[in-house]
C-alpha cells in the first residue's frame, strides 16, 4: 500500500514555494492544515505559505505543546505571538493546548491525547487535501498525528495527505531540551518489540546523532537489551560538510567504548531530503532481515532526535515496516544563544498519499 514512498512526489525550497502557489492556488482546494503554535521560529512560515494560496480554502489545528512551569518568559511571549499571528493569518482555525505531562505524576501522555484529539475529529466538508507541518511539532505528537492522517487519507477516496517542513538545522541545535527520565515508545511506534517469539532477539539500534542529544540518547541506550549492533545515523550531504566530523568527535566516547561501533556500521542521510533517510533504513530492514532469517528475529529501534527533516525519513520507515520508535520526551526547552545561525529555511514537502499514487506499481 505504501510502496510508492521510495520514490514518492517531493518538492525542495523554491520549487516547494512553487508547488504551494500553484497546486493550492487554483481554487479548487480545500484544505485542512495540522501544525505546532509554539516558541519555535518556524511554526507560522508554512501555514502563511498557505494562507496566501488558499485564503477562506484553509482550515486549521494548531497545537500549543504545554510542558507545565516554565521560567523561560522568553519562550512563552515567543509561544503567544506566534498563536496570535496563526489566529489572524487563518480565521478558520482553533487552537489545541496538549498538555504533555500528566500533572499528577509527571508520566508522558501527550501523544496519547493527541491521538484522543484527532480520533473525535471531523475533517471540514470538502477537504481535499491534509497538510501535516512538522516544523515544529515535537516527535511526541508529529509521529502520532502522521500515523492517524494516513490512516484517513488512506481510506478516504481522492483525499491528499502532504507533510511539509520549514528545515533549518543550525536552529535545531540552538534549541536545547532537557530530557526526561522515562525511555519509551513513542504513541503507536512500539513496534514488534514485545512480540511473542522462540527466536532468540537480534536488535539493531539506529540513534540518529545530533548536537547536545547525549543525554537523552544515553538514557535511551541504557534502556535497550539484546543489542546487536549499533549504527548511527549521521547527517551527509549537509549544509555545513563538516557536521558529520563534529557529531562523530562529540560522539566519541560512545562511539568507541560503550556503543562499539564499527566504521562500517555508519549509516549517512542527507540533511535536506527525507526519503534518503527512508530508503537507507529500508534498505537496511530488507537485508538484515534476510540475513538472520529462521536464525534470530530481526528488530529495528529508531531514535531519531535530531533533524526535522531526517526525522521525518525515519517515521515514514517506522511506519511503513512497523518498527519501534524509542524517545525521552523533553521536560522543558531553552535557547542557546551562542549556537551559529542561518538565516537560511529550506521548504520541504512530501506527498505522501493521494490519487496521484493510483495504480502505482513498484518496479
Known sequence: MRDHWDNCVTHFDQDATRFIDEYFGDGQRRCFLMAAAGFDPRSPIIPNLLSTALR????????????????????????????????????????????????????????????????????????????????????????????????????????????????????DVSIVGEPGEKVQAVRGFAGNAGRETTLPKARIWLPQLAKKRGAALERIKASLTDLYKVCPILPFPARDPRRADRLIEEFGEEIREEWEVDPRDFIYAS?????????????????????????????????????????????????????????????????????????????????????????????
Open 271 to 363: 540533511e535536506k531530503n527525507p526519503l534518503d533517510s527512508f530508503r537507507s533504513i529500508e534498505m537496511l530492514k530488507k537485508r538484515y532481515d534476510k540475513t538472520v532469517k529462521d536464525t534470530f528475529d530481526p528488530q529495528l529501534i529508531l531514535s531519531p532526535v535530531g533533524s526535522k527533516v531526517m526525522a521525518a525519513g525515519a517515521m515514514m520507515a517506522a511506519i511503513k515496516y512497523d518498527l519501534t520508535v524509542q524517545y525521552v520526551e523533553v521536560l522543558r526547552y531553552e535557547i542557546d544563544e551562542t549556537a551559529p545561525k542561518a538565516p537560511k529555511m529550506d521548504i520541504v514537502h512530501v506527498w505522501l498519499d493521494g490519487p496521484i499514487y493510483n495504480g502505482y506499481a513498484q518496479q
Open 56 to 171: 477562506d480554502n484553509l482550515h486549521a489545528l494548531f497545537i500549543r505543546e504545554e510542558r507545565g512551569e516554565t521560567t523561560d518568559e522568553f519562550l512563552r511571549e515567543s509561544a503567544d505571538q506566534n498563536e496570535a499571528e496563526l489566529r489572524k493569518g487563518i480565521p478558520n482555525s482553533r487552537v489545541e493546548p496538549i498538555t504533555i505531562f500528566d500533572p499528577a505524576d509527571n508520566a508522558p501522555v501527550g501523544g496519547n491525547r493527541l491521538v484522543a484529539l484527532l480520533r473525535g475529529m471531523a475533517l471540514p466538508d470538502g477537504t481535499t487535501d491534509i497538510v501535516l507541518d512538522m516544523s515544529a511539532l515535537s516527535m511526541g505528537i508529529a509521529f502520532p498525528a502522521a500515523r492517524i492522517l494516513l490512516e484517513i487519507a488512506e481510506r478516504s477516496e481522492g483525499l491528499n495527505l502532504h507533510l511539509m517542513i520549514a528545515s533549518n538545522p543550525e536552529m
